[in-house]
DNA sequence: TTGGATATACGAAACTCTTCGTATATTTAC
DNA sequence: GTAAATATACGAAGAGTTTCGTATATCCAA
């Protein structure tokens, strides 16, 4: 199983397609554009590059293309956050934690979310 | 205060002197070769880069120059973390938390740390 | 039916990153 | 003192990324 990699921008399109579901090269340009300012065919040849690394697949039983995320969400986010942990913490997850949760203050109803997970986590060991 | 951006090979630079503190290209050619196959040059190439892009700092008052990054491990860490909260898990922490938690397996001490700062955060609110 | 809008494909320029070779200076060792 | 070892600097090739312009096909509307 090959894990991904995709650029920065290349991810920006995924996290389109995951969150608007299939699209078409010009509704991901639109989301794109009230962003950024770039063109038509800059976001097109993104797509199609993404196409032949397989990042997306397409319909192409119309002359428009409707395009789709090849990777679900959460399999991705899993592949790049085991590799940035990798990367950056030395694999240890719980560094990660820490200055994530450090940097970055949680509502009292999100840090109750963590505990939850923390408890769970110990049961099921 | 601009934030640092580095390539895969500068952040594996930076690790190593993290790690050993201040080195020569030597020290960092030999801790890098000790993993991949890359020549001497490379590594100096890198190092002459991330110098004029202010990640290291450096002692030229010998011939071999003595390389220092130029950004402590912590707050090069909560700038990354950051970034990749922001670009990955639209800006919440916690997401990237279970995710993170959910994928690794902790042991019992690594979770009792990371309830202790749950703890430490309700409290300081 | 013809012209404008909309699509894809392709090519290429400008940048960055990775990688080394080579030129040159300095130190060291015989 | 000269040759080998060790440094830095520089240039450049090759790959990948970002960005469009242009060519071409197709659909729709007057």
Redesign the interface.
Known sequence: MKTIKPT?SE?EIL?ILWERGDCTVRQVHEQFASDKDVGYTTILKFMQIMHTKGLVARDESNKTHVYRAAVSRDVA??Q???K??K???DGS??R???????????S?S??A???Q??ND??NK?
Do not use: C, S, W, Y
């Open positions: 920065e991810l996290k986010e899993q790049l956050v085991n940035f942990i990367d950056l913490f997850a719980t990660l934690v820490m200055q994530a949760l450090g940097n970055h203050r949680a009292n999100e840090l979310k963590i505990r997970l923390l986590l110990e060991k």
